[in-house]
């Protein structure tokens, strides 16, 4: 084992058992918590998550990745299949994708149209405040890759034979629509990024790292403790800043 393996497992270790001490808050106070990530496809969601809730309760821990809205989702008030897996008292929730799919790929590929993705960016963030008013702490995470690390990725993922799971026709043209997701990416942030629930964007172009500061991130801002702060070029709250200084991958 090589010294940053050692190092990086030190550290997750570290960072899990204060999970799991989070948890035990969480229950212990009744407290409702969820945490959104978004991101580029193959920024390493999956993998990130797995790492958060490794060592968590199953009972009180949910991971929800819903598919392609059916026929009968898609004549529902749109946030309406993301509203039951919300998080009851107690419970820790984290949605990989979410609600931000109108803005993300439903916009780049063409799902919604434009009167929709209006309708989505003028209630949004109204939206997150009734979950906020209403008791639910909610963290939203933006993980960016660039374009020659997702190609690198996108291209392990079809020659890794326990991956191929994770292809879809979207991953299929990703690449072909970076400068349309970047685009898409730029204008959410803007419209979206607000004091109650604002975004934090993770430079995930080395895995390990943007593991341990978004679960870094996620314990300073929940547990409200001594918690090291995160890397700061790894890790980042949002600001208009972000669209030209080069911290935003392009």
Not at 131 to 140: A, N
Not at 166 to 184: G, Q, R
Not at 237 to 248: S, V
Request: negative net charge; aromatic residues 8%; proline residues 3%.
């Amino acid at each position: 084992m090589s010294k940053d393996d050692d190092h990086y497992k030190k550290d997750l270790r570290r960072l899990q058992i204060d999970l799991v001490d989070l948890q035990r808050d969480v229950i212990e106070k009744g407290r409702k918590l969820l945490v959104i990530l978004e991101g580029r496809d193959a920024a390493g969601k999956d993998g990130t998550i797995k790492r958060m809730v490794q060592h968590l309760s199953p009972r009180e821990t949910r991971v929800v990745a819903l598919g392609k809205p059916s026929d009968r989702d898609v004549t529902q008030w749109y946030y309406q299949r993301w509203v039951e897996h919300l998080p009851a008292g107690g419970e820790i929730v984290v949605f990989n994708r979410s609600w931000y799919n109108r803005a993300g790929v439903e916009r780049v590929m063409g799902f919604c149209d434009e009167d929709q993705l209006r309708r989505f960016f003028d209630t949004v963030v109204d939206f997150e405040r009734m979950l906020v008013g209403s008791g639910i702490e909610v963290l939203k995470y933006y993980l960016d890759i660039s374009r020659d690390e997702q190609e690198e990725r996108l291209e392990d993922r079809r020659e890794d034979p326990l991956a191929r799971w994770k292809i879809s026709p979207i991953d299929a043209v990703a690449l072909e629509h970076f400068d349309d997701y970047t685009a898409a990416r730029d204008e959410m942030f803007v419209k979206t990024h607000h004091r109650d629930v604002p975004w934090t964007v993770v430079n995930a172009n080395h895995k390990r790292p943007a593991r341990l500061a978004l679960i870094g991130d996620l314990l300073l801002r929940t547990r409200r403790s001594h918690e090291e702060e995160p890397d700061s070029e790894v890790v980042f709250r949002f600001d208009t800043e972000a669209l030209t200084d080069g911290r935003l991958a392009r």
